[in-house]
């Protein structure tokens, strides 16, 4: 099995790390990296996998080397260091000085093992609709990773989105590697930022989980909203753990009540209109050299705070006004479907407790 071969500082309490920083199944491939959350801590892991000529180690050496922190947003700027060092543990196994000394330069005060941070802020879950958290909220990964994916979901992610909204508990499978899929959690979260001041104060957060496997299925079995990737196939039978089930580009649920948001409508396939005429005019600016200060990432975040936002604006005005009667003129203007919206609306009213009467005739009973 895995173990913790080494670590600073030595009395951290590192139990089932060994596990969530080596993706199951990762024997098959030569390298992977792997974002994964411990505690109050987020963990990114490099992996890889070298041949040796030894029977104890029957043929193959595996090694992970990783580090620990309150936040995951500034983790990507150690992934060479991290990258170069597994490479070098697997050269020269039980070398750890640039490790200590990497440890003595960045260490900071880390929540103590009891889980309460000592002399530091709370953690922020990322996206939190609690506080506008945009500009903190940056993940650097490969050139494009917002652009992959939406080619590999495509429509679906306006599913995704609807699923993210109602802070539904969000499991993506995959086999290895397993590094692009962390990043399909992180812009799954992406999709649920509102900026509004005052917004539910009593809906979950969806928290990233990243790489999750069965010696965290205790863990989740308490969480009520989360979006977290597997490599492990089991996970799929454990309905209990999770609403949304995501295979490749299969999203699927099990509730039968939320069935209907599997449904791609009009309005959705304008919103996937809309974000790629968008993308298309931003690759044309920074082609013609107009704008280089605009990424994708920004475009696709604010796309969705932006609709995020028309949504509970109105719904607010809405639950504020009179006689509290959301309208089919009030779903088109939050961009939704009046018709195809209808549970996606009734659920979100009930999630965020916002007290609106939704008068939309259901087109059967006329």
Excluded at 213 to 226: G, H, K, M, Q, R
Excluded at 240 to 252: A, F
Aim: aromatic content about 10%; proline content about 5%.
């Amino acid at each position: 099995g895995n173990m913790v071969e080494w670590c600073l500082p030595q009395d951290i309490d590192l139990e089932g790390v060994e596990f969530k920083s080596m993706a199951s199944g990762s024997h098959k491939i030569q390298s992977d990296f792997i974002y994964f959350r411990k505690g109050l801590c987020f963990g990114l892991a490099c992996f890889a996998n070298m041949p040796v000529e030894s029977e104890l180690e029957r043929g193959a050496r595996m090694k992970s080397v990783g580090i620990l922190s309150p936040s995951y947003t500034l983790l990507y700027r150690y992934m060479h260091f991290l990258e170069n060092q597994v490479r070098h543990q697997l050269e020269m196994p039980g070398h750890y000085s640039h490790l200590e000394a990497f440890y003595d330069d960045k260490k900071g005060v880390l929540p103590d093992s009891r889980g309460t941070p000592t002399s530091q802020q709370p953690v922020h879950w990322l996206p939190s609709i609690h506080r506008y958290m945009y500009p903190e909220m940056k993940i650097t990964h490969p050139a494009g990773c917002m652009s992959q994916f939406i080619k590999f979901f495509g429509e679906q992610i306006l599913v995704l989105w609807k699923f993210a909204l109602l802070r539904k508990r969000i499991l993506i499978f995959s086999p290895p590697p397993v590094g692009v899929v962390c990043y399909r959690v992180y812009c799954c979260c992406c999709l649920a930022n509102v900026s509004l001041p005052g917004l539910g104060g009593t809906v979950p957060e969806s928290k990233p989980f990243f790489y999750v496997n069965v010696a965290d299925i205790e863990v989740l079995e308490t969480e009520v909203s989360y979006v977290a990737c597997t490599t492990e196939k089991i996970f799929e039978e454990k309905r209990d753990l999770y609403d949304v089930y995501v295979d490749n580009q299969n999203v699927k649920t099990h509730h039968e009540h939320l069935q209907p948001l599997l449904k791609i409508n009009n309005a959705d396939k304008e919103k996937y209109r809309r974000l790629n005429d968008q993308r298309q005019m931003l690759m044309y600016s920074q082609e013609v050299g107009e704008d280089c200060s605009s990424c994708e990432e920004d475009l696709f975040i604010l796309f969705f705070m932006e609709q995020n936002n028309r949504i509970f604006q109105t719904l607010m005005e809405v639950s504020a006004s009179q006689d509290k009667t959301l309208t089919a003129d009030h779903a088109r203007g939050m961009g939704l479907d009046p018709q195809g919206d209808r549970s996606f609306l009734m659920d979100l009213l009930e999630v965020y407790g916002i007290d609106v009467m939704l008068v939309i005739d259901n087109p059967c009973c006329t």
